[in-house]
């Protein structure tokens, strides 16, 4: 998940070739410290609708390199009905150390468009409308992709990358007694491996007559792992920004109970609010997991372990201090009430 803004960084030169030779418009730069400029080419008379992903930083050339090969490697996978949601991989340009991509551009707009219009995310149409496209688009990708079943390791994994990044943080032991319940509540089930996206979240995903018509933004892919971090990954990011248009302190409108006031309040609500829109959000993640054959009810354990995973992998860190501060703050056990979604 990356927060966006407008910019007019100049290009390295093999981008800006293909720049000059074309149409197009320059669509965001990610304000994260790994930050990315893309320039989606409309026309002209380069190689047609493509996607230049420009990096601003060593570490940003490094992920977008990881990107490339992730869409090489997901053309040898039987995508079916999903191929034409993926970009394909067109070219690299490589100078002074940094790796611009080429690849093609996936039909829609992005979720996040709808996401952030005036009261979207109070209609209780528009928001299942949006999780069950995720819900949909992901289904298919992994029964596309997936593998024998395996122990779930997850949570361990997790666990252990927290405590690795985040040692001497006054929220950590929280943090992490939160993760050993999930981790206690995980082990012993087994779970198909599939290809994982990586950071499956609203905006990266575009849609296109309700459908997801276009997942993009692949460069923390991989072609084998666990399908709950995409499960949890759309659902906290879909939580998290419900109060973006709301200012400090005031009601969220759409969302009794939800207020703007600390930071991951939306995920706290979607996970354990009595609303409509909390009741959409576990069953988003209860069903998932009945799909891949695991029990409906570690639906809260699976949200932890999630919210962990981004507190161990953002890039930017004051973003990953905030989701290691919000799971501690989280119960280790929803009410009773919320257990069976
Ligand atoms: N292949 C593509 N097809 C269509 N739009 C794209 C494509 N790649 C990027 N975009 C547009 O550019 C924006 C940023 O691209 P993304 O790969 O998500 O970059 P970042 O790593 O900075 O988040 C997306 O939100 C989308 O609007
Ligand atoms: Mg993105």
Known sequence: MTRHAGSDTALP?????LITASRGVLLSMSKDPD???????????????????VPTTPRASSAVEAEG??????????????????????????????????????????MSVGYHRWLHTARPAAVDADLAGAARWLRVFWRQTEGARVPLGWATTVRDDVAGRWDGH????????????????????????????GDFWFGNTLVSHGEVSGVIDWEAGALQGCPLR??????????????????????????????????GNGVRYGLLGTSWF?????????SGLEHLGLPRGLWYDVALVGLGEIAATANDETFGAEHLALLARMPARPRSEQRQP
């Open 230 to 263: 995409d499960l949890a990954r759309f659902a906290l990011s879909y939580c998290l920004y419900l109060d973006r248009h709301t200012q400090d302190g005031h009601r969220v409108l759409g969302h009794p109970g939800l207020r703007r006031t600390s930071f």
């Open 170 to 197: 006054a929220a950590l032991p929280a943090a992490l007694g939160r993760l050993a319940v999930a981790q206690e509540e995980l082990a012993g089930h087994t779970v198909a491996t599939t290809a994982v996206h």
């Open 278 to 286: 909390s009741a959409a959000v576990r069953d988003f993640l209860a």
């Open 69 to 110: 090969r992730m869409l090489v490697d997901l053309r040898r996978l039987p995508l079916g009905a999903l191929r034409d949601t993926i970009p394909r991989y067109v070219a690299s340009h490589r100078e002074c150390g940094t790796t611009v991509l080429v690849s093609t551009v996936v039909p829609g707009v992005p």
């Open 35 to 53: 930050a990315k400029l893309t320039y989606v080419v409309t026309s002209g008379s380069g190689p047609g609708r493509v996607a230049l992903k």
């Open 13 to 17: 030169s093999a981008a800006d070739a």
